[in-house]
């Protein structure tokens, strides 16, 4: 899992000089292709021959629809007839076609009738940028910022950026942390909203609908009945609702926490694409990287020299620049020459103190709130053998046995490191390790107890589908589960006080017939949708649970790994990166 708020692109590469060079023609045939095919550009030199050249270059920030993944984008631009009026007719150029090409700026000022406003227009061909006449101009850039990557387009005003700067300030924005409160911009692009949709941080409505529930970890999104397909259609009202998951803080590959929090209350309208919840480093669906803070520019007692920052401690306070980062720490269990190491909560010569936050089995309670050097997983490796001491051969003889001679080697929380234990996951080449009965009961009732909600959902939907099939219709066969007993006498009129009042537990619905021959057609196929889906349910829940007794695959001579996931909340501190 990458950054949470991509503000890069994955396709990137990078041309690097070596100081004290001078830049080669090749080098700068690349640079000028580079640019032709609308990859972002930043020149890193302080010469006029570009000495220690760096460019680095990535996908556009607006790539053709549909051609997202080439590695070859064409510049874009809308071409003018004899006639130097600009048309809506939108070309994609490659950089061998670009290159003969007289192409004006996007920029460049307009008329109300689309013709160039000025005599001379800035325009760049095969490398040199002459000013041309509009009646010699082939095409004309869509937009300022396509030559631009997605982080360079997130800068206000980039064009008045020194290039350094630039360079500095698009790389940095990748190094941001996310933070407890993170605000959105007040000077913006207008990116910053796409970025946060097209990256997947937050959470968008694919239909519209009433929000109907809200929790942390969920959203509940009513879309209708118009929205739920054909009127013919099987439990068609299993369609109307939308359940979105959050993520609640998952780990990145950089420590830090993924979270999603919803945005919508109950009873809300929501339209399809509206934002209902937003992730990292977002606020209200835009990208949100820092905090918008009154800053004075001026000395401070010149605690503030040169790059140096003086923060009001409110700030540390008040968690302003606070985030959270979560760790994975990890515990091998392995089968040794002297005997196999053990998880256990019997740790020699550790004060019971100690072990108030193990279970029974030497594991770590999740929500446990831990410190530097306090005992995460509790596990011995047996010693090699010694020989016993006058008092060791005493006590072999009163009690029988030789006392265990192991050391401890668990796993503790390492130096400068306190947090929350938010989640611990054991493996284990075993299927019938004794350690892991504890998690696979638990995973065995969550997925029994979804397994009869969503039987019980399906339920519902047939039952309320059935009562508007039956409504206003006449009893051909109602049966009693279980027996022949007829629940409705033959003729009864169905009204919808009786089709409101029904029980369908007490009904064998194999035998549920009316007069009318189209509604039991409709019905019958009902029944049996309901039953498929009922047996999808009960098959993938036992192809779930058969899961959980396969024995993991681990490194050799590893026979059980324990992870444990710590959250620690990190305040801003003396040497952390502002920009």
């Known amino acids: 899992m990458s950054l949470p708020v991509r503000v890069f692109q994955p396709t990137t590469a990078a041309v690097l ?14 640079l000028f292709e580079r640019q032709s095919q609308g990859l972002d550009v930043q020149d890193w030199g302080d010469t006029p021959d570009q000495v220690a050249l760096d460019y680095t270059s990535g996908v556009p920030a607006l790539p053709p629809e549909g051609e997202v993944g080439r590695a070859l984008l064409g510049a874009s631009g ?27 700026q996007a920029n460049a000022p307009l008329t109300p009738g689309f013709t160039f406003q000025n005599e001379f227009v800035l325009c760049r061909e095969r490398g040199d940028f002459p000013l041309l006449r509009p009646e010699e101009i082939d095409y004309m850039d869509v937009a300022p910022d396509q030559l631009v990557s997605v982080a360079a387009a997130l800068i206000p005003f980039l064009e008045h950026d020194d290039a350094n700067r630039a360079l500095m300030g698009s790389n940095m924005q990748r190094q941001a942390v996310p933070l407890l409160f993170p605000d959105a911009p007040l000077v913006g692009t207008g990116l910053e909203s796409v ?16 929000v109907q529930e809200v929790t942390a970890d969920h ?66 669906g835009e990208l949100a990287l820092g905090r918008n803070l009154l800053v004075a520019f001026m000395p401070w007692y010149g605690h503030n020299f040169e790059d140096a920052i003086v923060l009001s401690e409110r700030l540390v306070k008040d968690d302003v620049y606070t985030s959270i980062h979560i760790q994975e720490l990890e515990l091998q269990v392995r089968d040794t020459k002297r005997g196999m190491e053990e998880i256990t909560r019997e740790i020699p010569n550790v004060a019971e ?25 509790g596990k011995i490796t047996p010693k090699g053998e010694t020989e016993l001491s006058p008092e060791e051969k005493l006590l072999t003889a009163i009690f029988g046995e030789k006392a265990k001679d192991v050391k401890d080697s668990s796993l503790k929380v390492p130096p400068g490191v306190e947090g929350t234990v938010i989640d611990v996951k054991i493996f284990s080449r075993r299927i019938d390790d004794p350690i892991l009965e504890k998690e696979r009961g638990q995973k065995i009732g969550e997925l029994r107890a979804f397994e009869r909600s969503e039987i019980q959902r399906i339920g519902e939907a047939r039952d309320e589908e059935i009562r508007e099939l039956i409504r206003g219709k006449e009893v051909a066969l109602f049966l009693k589960k279980g027996t022949v007993e007829p629940f409705f006498n033959e003729g009864t009129q169905l009204t ?18 009316v007069t009318d021959r189209p509604t039991n057609e409709q019905l019958r196929r009902l029944i049996d949708e309901s039953k498929r889906r009922i047996e999808r349910v009960r098959q993938r829940t036992e192809g779930q649970i058969d899961k959980i007794f396969q024995p993991d695959e681990l490194p050799p001579g590893v026979v059980q790994l324990v992870k444990v996931y710590l959250a620690e909340k990190r305040k801003i501190s003396v040497g952390d990166k502002m920009a």
Not at 80 to 95: D, K, Y
Not at 196 to 207: E, F, I, L, M, T
Not at 274 to 283: C, F, H, I, N, Q
């Open 17 to 30: 000089g070596v100081p004290g060079t001078v830049l080669t023609a090749e080098v700068a045939e690349a």
């Open 78 to 104: 809308r071409t003018t007839h004899v006639t130097p009026i600009i048309t809506r007719i939108t070309a994609w150029l490659s950089a061998n076609e670009e290159e003969a090409a007289r192409i004006a």
């Open 195 to 210: 970025i946060a949709r097209d990256s997947g941080a937050v959470v968008v409505a694919r239909r519209g609908g009433v």
């Open 219 to 284: 959203i509940l999104v009513d879309a209708g009945m118009e929205g739920a397909g054909s009127s013919d259609e099987p439990l068609r009202r299993l369609a109307q609702f939308d359940r979105y998951r959050m993520k609640k803080y998952w780990r990145t590959n950089q420590d830090t926490a993924l979270n999603q929090r919803p945005l919508v209350r109950k009873g809300q309208i929501v339209k399809k694409g509206d934002v209902l919840a937003d992730g990292p480093s977002t606020e209200g």
């Open 353 to 377: 103190e100690s072990l108030v936050d193990l279970d029974e089995r030497g594991v770590v309670r999740i929500g446990a709130r831990v410190k530097a050097g306090d005992i995460l997983v």
């Open 496 to 513: 919808d006080e009786v089709a409101d009042s029904l029980d369908f537990n007490d009904i064998d619905l194999t035998t549920l017939k």
